[in-house]
């Protein structure tokens, strides 16, 4: 049936492979990064609650480089450190909530990378192949027209060209458009793990003050009597 088809269909078809080629690289890049980002986002926030100094965790965060929360600790931190040295607590925490907040649009934005792409691809795929659809068909009339009669020799090349640039739309779109709604609903659980770490990461900042004043406890008074 490609043998047979037009120019017309021919380039259409092209298209579609060059999309569709391009949309897998998207897709399979995507699979990779998020596996990688949860996988390492797990493992940085089980440390960051067990961790009792900051130092701790930023060594682990360079290491996690894949996982969004470590980008947003890294960005709060590096605040942190210009603030006070890297010890101490925070002497303003309106600069660490403007660098969290900073850092979290950096890191859902990084995520979104090339998923417009993935959108446009599986919304103009279905139109591209309507295009060599329409192109099939007229082909089919004119090979009706120069026939002078409604055979099936004088509309099968036509049809069959239309039918094939149809398939091969739906072929790009379909897979375009499951990916790109499963990938939109992980970002959307990313940016609340995010949203909810910056906060966690503010207030483990702001008792900082609190533990370093605690009263280190008293010993017990010795009974009367020796007791």
Same mark, same amino acid.
């Given at each position: 049936?490609?043998?047979?088809?037009? !120019?017309?269909?021919?380039?259409?078809?092209?298209?579609?492979l060059?999309?569709?080629?391009?949309?897998?690289?998207?897709?399979?890049?995507?699979?990779?990064?998020?596996?990688k980002?949860?996988?390492e986002? &797990?493992?940085?926030?089980?440390a960051?609650?067990?961790?009792? &100094?900051?130092?701790?965790?930023?060594?682990?965060?360079?290491e996690?480089k894949?996982? !969004?929360?470590?980008?947003v600790?890294?960005?709060?931190?590096?605040?942190?450190? &210009?603030?006070?040295g890297?010890?101490?607590?925070?002497r303003?925490?309106?600069?660490?909530?403007?660098?969290?907040?900073?850092?979290?649009?950096?890191a859902?934005?990084?995520?979104?990378?090339?998923?417009?792409?993935?959108?446009?691809?599986?919304?103009?795929?279905?139109?591209?192949?309507?295009?060599?659809?329409?192109?099939?068909?007229v082909?089919?009339?004119?090979?009706?027209?120069?026939?002078?009669?409604?055979?099936?020799?004088?509309?099968? !090349?036509?049809?069959?060209?239309?039918?094939?640039?149809?398939?091969?739309?739906?072929?790009?779109?379909?897979?375009?458009?499951?990916?790109?709604?499963?990938?939109?609903?992980?970002?959307?659980?990313?940016?609340?793990?995010?949203?909810?770490?910056? *906060?966690?990461?503010?207030?483990?900042?702001?008792e900082i003050?609190?533990?370093?004043?605690a009263?280190?406890? *008293? !010993?017990?008074?010795?009974?009367?009597?020796?007791?």
């Amino acid at each position: 049936m490609i043998s047979n088809s037009g !120019p017309v269909a021919l380039g259409v078809l092209l298209l579609l492979l060059v999309a569709s080629i391009y949309s897998w690289t998207v897709i399979l890049g995507k699979i990779s990064t998020f596996g990688k980002a949860t996988k390492e986002s &797990r493992r940085f926030i089980r440390a960051f609650r067990k961790a009792t &100094r900051l130092q701790e965790i930023a060594q682990l965060a360079s290491e996690c480089k894949m996982s !969004p929360l470590a980008q947003v600790f890294e960005d709060v931190y590096e605040t942190y450190k &210009r603030q006070t040295g890297g010890s101490g607590p925070p002497r303003n925490l309106t600069p660490l909530e403007r660098s969290a907040q900073t850092a979290a649009s950096e890191a859902v934005t990084s995520l979104e990378r090339r998923m417009t792409w993935l959108a446009t691809i599986a919304a103009v795929s279905p139109f591209v192949g309507l295009f060599g659809t329409v192109m099939g068909v007229v082909d089919a009339f004119h090979g009706l027209g120069a026939a002078g009669a409604a055979t099936l020799r004088a509309v099968a !090349p036509g049809i069959s060209e239309a039918l094939i640039t149809t398939a091969a739309g739906l072929f790009v779109a379909v897979p375009a458009v499951v990916a790109y709604n499963q990938f939109t609903a992980r970002i959307r659980v990313f940016a609340s793990a995010i949203d909810d770490f910056c *906060r966690e990461l503010l207030n483990s900042l702001e008792e900082i003050p609190v533990r370093a004043a605690a009263p280190a406890p *008293r !010993p017990a008074a010795p009974e009367a009597g020796g007791r």
